[in-house]
């Protein structure tokens, strides 16, 4: 049996698994079981669903991706928080504020929502 070499791994190779046009900035690796004071929870895939926390109290999670969008174009997401939690999801283009949005988890666990933003301008 042949050990492999060890491999670099930063969080931001989390994109590479979930969609490769996006790009991962200032995730933390955090705690388990949604982290402690101080100290987020983790970065991880679940499933085909990328959950992130930020690095650290200050700087939230970035999530950059350069596009080109059509005359009708627009950006589609899903976002969720966990249980007990909430975070704020802002979205810009071109350095204009399209969303600014608190995003809560539900009474049962995670509570999806479909986040639609039209790129006309």
Do not use: C, H
């Not at 939690?85 to 509570?111: M, P, Q, Y």
């Amino acid at each position: 049996m042949v050990a492999q070499p060890a491999e670099v791994f930063t969080l931001a190779d989390l994109t590479q698994y979930w969609n490769r046009d996006w790009k991962l900035a200032q995730a933390g690796f955090g705690g388990a079981g949604g982290g402690l004071r101080g100290l987020r929870g983790n970065t991880y895939l679940e499933g085909d669903a990328l959950a992130t926390y930020p690095r650290d109290e200050v700087r939230g999670t970035y999530l950059p991706r350069v596009v080109t969008p059509s005359a009708a174009g627009k950006l589609s997401v899903e976002v969720a928080a966990d249980k007990g939690r909430v975070w704020l999801l802002e979205i810009f283009a071109d350095n204009d504020r399209l969303v600014s949005k608190l995003i809560e988890g539900g009474t049962d666990g995670r509570a999806w929502e479909l986040v639609e933003v039209p790129l006309q301008a």
